[in-house]
């Protein structure tokens, strides 16, 4: 840090399994990314290239060197993975994370309809081959997943093999744990978390207010995701209770977290 | 393209007349154009500085080289060609374009009174000296113009000597072919294209939602602008059925357009 | 300028003290801070570096050297004084500014609770080492402060030593000056104008509704802050009549102001 101020909550260093924080590249140049690592690199724990961006970019492998040599892991969105399902081609998705070289894997449902053993045997069968983040929830506002139903849907993707869970939000933050409002669906929220553990969950949170919700709600290192490049730093200072919205939360804590 | 998908719309490739991107420069730096055309010059068209910026921004001559080096046309907004008007500087204008090399200029009067018949005067006296976009539709929320109004419109500026008409929609994408929630005014989208070429039109659509209303409605290939440069790339998924917006959209099509 | 218009506002030029406007950078690299300085560097007056964002950008020291290089001052956000005061680190964040080479501050109670008479003396000693600027607003949209009361606050502050005052409107622009909805607080503005000198207060307007409600109600050279880099050039077009917000505005004036 630049300077000294007590009674900052304490962030884990990396690589962490809580505190951290997916960014969405959703066609960067290199320059810009470079740009990113320089002010963000410390704080941006894995980069997801977002839904089949990575199909139409031009510069895809060298931008996976330049995050590779930085150290940051990246991923294909997972709409990729169900752009090549839905069109039978898993085996060439396969030779696809191969041939980019790449070591992490989205598992997701959000865009077709997939009956969950089956969404549980890809989860399996990539975790062979890479680090599985699997997905739970729509991108259709429409359809409704009660509580229970998201943990158990969640328990047998993380026994299947996944590394992560991710809560769906799309980039607009408006479906899945999001009302249509951007508001967050809070009673999930605290259900889901008294059967799935803190670090196993990556909650996709790219409004503001739902990354102050959480930090709030779970504390400076909770694990949020869909987060733009230029955000990174603001959500820092959010972990850190040094933005307006958190400014006071961290301050009468006995033990930040 | 990175790898092979199957079923994907097929794209025209440049010079089209189908398809084209029109993405808006509100003030890129020469860096900023760089970084835009390595990862989005194969998807972008043609690049409006907007309105007034190019009054301003002390790079103009050199960023314009940029773009005509990567062989990407660019114009003015037609707000600036209104303020010259409004000026009575018109001689004027006609110069600035020379100077600055511009092959391509807008003509339009979403902020001032124009009577037609002097608009399309303009048409026809720049088309012989660049090739103009011309614009129907004002700026200004209160203005409702019914449909065959539209429709008359544009017909003569095209027979006046536009290369392609634009429907307005601001950079916010608030009026004009929108309602100001942002809706899209979907019963004069539908009565213009009974009687104007699909192709001889340019919609402005700068949200997102507005880009997948149009893609459904019109095809993969359909003619959008106002786009922002980091949107150039999410666009062209969505084109594609690349994003959850339009994911199964063209997947059970007999011929993807 | 690139071109000539003729009865475009008269903008002062630097270092002026009408007109000028306030950028806010919350994380930009060294090279986006290269680029925003080429195209904007002309019309950019002062940069804050955002709330807390200085305490955790690892560029820092290279970063205001950019900016000092091309002459333009920066200061810390106030919320980064006040996590220094609720800390009872006040001396500590003396020794910061000088050790960052800082010539501004802002001294501002928008996230604490302070009695004014403190905050005054906070100002007073601020000045013996910087200029200061000084923030009237709470960032909490509970607490409406009567015009009669901001104006009172604006005076003893500017009396303590303050060079100028700043209407809090936060990043999002939905506190302070602003109703929730965004929407100016009219009636406060005028009255708040009644009593001070236009020059010393830097009204914070991020949102472009409100730098046109601004320039339209005050003139081409109102103080505006809170802006984002990249819109610093549409900024300056509103400001000029050369965007449609605007582009009558100054047309039918006798002296454009």
């Known amino acids: 840090m630049n300077y000294t101020l007590n009674s900052i909550p304490e962030r884990p260093v990396k690589p962490r399994e809580r505190g951290f924080t997916m960014a969405m590249d959703k066609g960067l140049s290199i320059r810009e990314v470079e740009d990113f690592l320089e002010v963000a690199g410390e704080y941006v724990d894995i980069v997801k290239l977002g839904w089949g961006t990575s199909f139409v970019t031009p510069n895809l492998k060298q931008k996976l060197e330049v995050y590779r040599a930085a150290g940051i892991p990246t991923y294909f969105g997972g709409t990729l993975f169900e752009a090549f399902i839905v069109r039978n081609q898993f085996d060439d998705y396969r030779r696809v994370l191969d041939e980019f070289g790449m070591t992490f894997a989205e598992v997701s449902d959000g865009s077709l309809e997939m009956p969950h053993d089956e969404k549980c045997e890809y989860i399996a069968k990539l975790s062979e081959q890479v680090t599985v983040l699997s997905e739970v929830g729509s991108k259709d506002a429409e359809k409704i997943i009660p509580p229970y139903m998201w943990i ?106």
């Open 152 to 257: 158990k849907l969640m328990q047998a993707e993380l026994e299947a093999g996944a590394w992560k869970v991710i809560g769906e939000a799309r980039e607009g933050g408006n479906v899945g744990l999001f009302r249509s409002t951007g508001e967050v669906r809070s009673g999930l929220v605290e259900e889901i978390l008294t059967q799935i553990p803190f670090e196993k969950i990556l909650w996709e949170a790219p409004q503001k207010a739902q990354q102050v919700w959480f930090i709030k709600l779970l504390g400076a290192n909770v694990n949020l995701g869909n987060i733009a490049p230029s955000e990174v730093i603001p959500l820092e200072t959010i972990r850190l209770g040094l933005r307006g919205d958190t400014f006071d939360h961290f301050l009468n804590m006995e033990k930040p977290c």
